[in-house]
């Protein structure tokens, strides 16, 4: 039975995306009470995997009994059942926040296709994580950002059309190069199966090196766009900034580092260590990861909206995750991995705080968070953990990420890379603090004269809440998922 | 000589990269928008031609199975099934894309990058 | 568009180049073809129509709630097989395995579950086609 879950976790995902529309004469707390149970038991299935996976060792699935030399496959490994569960836990906080959040120019009648649209998207994500295969992988992908484009245009707001269609557009760029590099690979190879193509291309590669270096330019340009790693993000603050807030915490928690996922499945288990070591990927990727470090930090200093500045941070926070991906160590793997998850949760907690503000006061501009902080302590209290999560202050997840990184370079003998992410560091203090500090030190005379707790749903709170305990446990505990990481970082070597 | 050989040999291969080269260049150059979306819609028929090029097998026969042709050398029609599939995606992404510009054009009155950038950067400044 | 040969033309060829879609689907395990060619073939007659009679008199005969309906319906036809070959034989989508008759090879009725399959991304193919067409016209139009 635990063998079948990966498929019933994909079909409960599209059943419910199915199912949406023919509730819309009936009440639609009854949908979204239905669309609860769903998410919860994929989450809770997703960590049945993981445990089974944990313990007993890695599972392939394949579909129609056909073996992996002509049919699909997907395989279940700790990396893969352990960024599902990932995945599913911070779509169901973010899921409970959209509840009540509709007034982001979300129109009710588009509220049902929003939902179907997240769902897909939960479907994609998953079939991206478990699958084996270089096409299928694609085809989820393509799935992703189409979905992860109207996710965003489903705002009918002017800034929206413009930001999606440039991620439209980059988007089906980056997905034709990546099926340009599957063609490629397929000539020479004669596979599409992750594993087969890559013991393949082990005994090949003195033979079509020329064939295999453009395969893999095209492949990781591909997935490099679509996860906006740095000369690549010029999509991303416009789209994360214009999206409403659900979406954008999705798209920059989540759907960003599936690519980078992507990236990782293809540089350790389809080229292998060989080939990328040939190419000198290593220092591109250092390269690139501490640019975009710098650059997005320096780039968000500039921002006077917050949703754009969190966009802008983003990019530079791919930076710290590309850096570690790039040392090519297990130390840095580790740290990379971390980094994704303690990210997807700051970056989330961040995004929907911001996006409480913007439900109950209806600014967006940095000027008029002055005193905020009396009004709405709660979501300001909240995004002051993630920005000093951002900054890496000790006690929040940030920091141990950041700490685990800097060893990872240490251990590399990299030194001059630790003081870019020291760097680094200082910048997000240029432009986080200021924030934290205007909004609770700042003297706003009219403002602390009402100082009352915010009359915000609670729905809204508690998921909020979540993220900002979820922060410091972390930070505290690191150990909780640490180890969990080791194992997974331990079936990419 | 021998490059001409060459050529004529990989010419399907050759086309492919051509159309996408085109596509890239109609997308990263020209700032009307409908003209990207074709350029997009260029670029991915030239990754389609280049993959369905790939399951060609010479001197081998359409692969449907009849009586006649029993272990015959079929065609691989793997890479036609596959691009079906990508097929779909492209005009799935067309129509998206589409849809988008005609409510781009329903607010700002234009489809040109340019004059777009323009009233945006215009109407940042005015707040 | 108010042109009596187009009407007329139009209603003639109309039920012609869906039947041939449906050949297409059925013969999908046979010749080339399939759920997406015929789904396409369909979609295109009605799009057809809809150029010629307008979207009003096309949502008469095929509305949107029909469309998602049907669409839905695609799909569930393509997930109930495979839960099908899930349950008989322990994996998704298991054709012979799990039970279909494979029939004699080269006749319409074979290949087992291929035929149902088919059927089902053929009324999806079909219905997203005419979908996408009347949501674009209908943005002109606003």
Not at chain 1, 112 to 121: A, C, D, P, V
Not at chain 1, 220 to 229: E, L, Q, R, S
Not at chain 3, 23 to 51: C, D, K, V
Request: glycine fraction near 8%; aromatic fraction near 12%; charged fraction near 10%.
């Amino acid at each position: 039975m635990i063998e079948q879950l990966p498929i019933i976790n994909l079909l409960l995902l599209l059943g419910t995306a199915l199912i949406i529309p023919l509730f819309k004469k009936r009440p639609f707390q009854l949908s979204l009470t239905l669309c609860f149970l769903v998410l919860l038991t994929v989450l809770v299935s997703s960590v049945f995997l993981l445990i089974h996976v944990l313990e007993y060792g890695e599972f392939y699935y394949h579909f129609g009994n056909h073996e992996n030399l002509i049919g699909i496959e997907f395989l279940i490994d700790a990396f893969s059942a352990f960024f599902t569960v990932f995945v599913a836990a911070l779509v169901l906080v973010i899921y409970l926040y959209s509840w009540k959040d509709k007034t982001e120019g979300i129109e009710n009648k588009e509220f049902g296709r929003y939902y179907i649209l997240l769902f897909i998207l939960l479907f994609s994500i998953f079939g991206i994580l478990y699958s084996n295969d270089l096409f299928n992988t694609y085809v989820f992908i393509e799935i992703l950002s189409i979905t992860s484009c109207a996710i965003i245009s489903i705002k009918r707001k002017k800034e929206t059309y413009t930001a999606a269609f440039r991620y439209v557009m980059l988007n089906e760029i980056a997905s034709m190069s990546y099926l340009l590099g599957v063609a490629l690979i397929y000539m020479i190879t004669g596979h599409l199966n992750l594993e087969r193509v890559a013991t393949s291309l082990q005994s090949i590669w003195p033979l079509y090196s020329t064939n295999i270096i453009i395969a893999i330019g095209f492949m990781t340009i591909g997935v490099g766009i679509k996860a906006a790693i740095f000369p690549f993000h010029i999509w991303l603050p416009d789209a994360h900034a214009t999206a409403p807030s659900t979406s954008s915490a999705i798209l920059s928690g989540i759907v960003v580092k599936i690519y980078i996922l992507v990236l990782v499945k293809l540089l350790f288990r389809v080229f292998g260590m060989e080939i990328v070591e040939a190419l000198h990927i290593k220092w591109i990727m250092l390269i690139l990861g501490s640019a975009g470090m710098i650059m997005g930090s320096i780039f968000a200093i500039a921002q006077k909206d917050v949703k754009r500045m969190l966009g802008y941070s983003s990019v530079a926070q791919i930076g710290y995750i590309i850096l570690g991906i790039g040392l090519f160590t297990e130390a840095g793997l580790q740290a990379a991995f971390f980094h994704i998850i303690s990210h997807g949760i700051m970056k989330a907690a961040l995004f929907l705080s911001v996006g409480v503000i913007i439900y109950y006061k209806h600014v967006q501009k940095l000027k008029d968070f002055e005193g905020i902080g009396y009004q709405m302590p709660i979501s300001m209290t909240v995004f002051s953990f993630g920005a000093l999560g951002m900054v890496g202050i000790p006690l929040t997840s940030g920091f141990i990420s950041k700490f685990n990184l800097g060893i990872a370079v240490i251990d590399a003998n990299l030194i001059f890379f630790l003081i870019i992410i020291i760097l680094s560091g200082l910048l997000n203090v240029v432009y986080y603090f200021p924030i934290v500090i205007s909004a609770f030190l700042k003297d706003n005379k009219e403002m602390q004269k009402i100082p009352h707790i915010e009359k915000v749903p609670n729905i809204m709170l508690i998921p909020i809440l979540t993220l900002g305990v979820a922060i410091v446990v972390l930070g505290l505990f690191p150990n909780l998922i640490m180890d969990i990481i080791v194992s997974v970082v331990a079936t990419l070597f | 000589m021998i490059i001409l050989q060459k050529i004529l040999e990989n010419i399907n291969y050759l086309g492919g990269i051509a159309l996408f080269l085109i596509g890239l260049h109609t997308v990263v150059t020209h700032s009307n928008l409908i003209k990207r979306i074709i350029g997009l819609n260029i670029m991915g028929t030239g990754v389609f031609l280049f993959f369905v090029a790939i399951g060609n097998v010479t001197g081998g026969e359409p692969p449907i199975m009849t009586e006649d042709n029993i272990g015959a050398i079929f065609i691989n029609p793997l890479p036609s099934v596959l691009i079906l599939t990508g097929i779909v995606v492209v005009v799935s992404m067309t129509v998206y894309s589409l849809s988008l510009v005609i409510r781009i054009f329903e607010t700002y009155g234009t489809i040109d990058q340019k004059e777009l950038t323009r009233l945006i950067s215009e109407q940042n400044n005015h707040d | 568009m108010n042109d009596t040969i187009l009407k007329s033309i139009t209603r003639i060829i109309v039920p012609f180049i869906q039947v041939y879609g449906v050949f297409i689907i059925l013969h999908g395990h046979l010749s080339p073809g399939g759920g997406f060619s015929g789904g396409a073939l369909i979609g295109t007659s009605l799009i057809l129509f809809t150029l010629v009679f307008g979207v009003k008199k096309a949502k008469v005969k095929f509305s949107e709630r029909v469309a998602e309906i049907s669409g839905s319906a695609g799909i569930i036809i393509y997930v109930l097989v495979g839960i099908v070959g899930l349950v008989l034989a322990g994996s998704f989508l298991t054709n012979i395995e799990a039970g279909f008759p494979a029939g004699v090879a080269g006749t319409l009725m074979s290949a087992g579950m291929i035929p149902i399959i088919m059927i089902g991304i053929g009324i999806k193919v079909a219905s997203t086609m005419i979908t996408l067409f009347h949501t674009l016209v209908e943005e002109e139009v606003r």
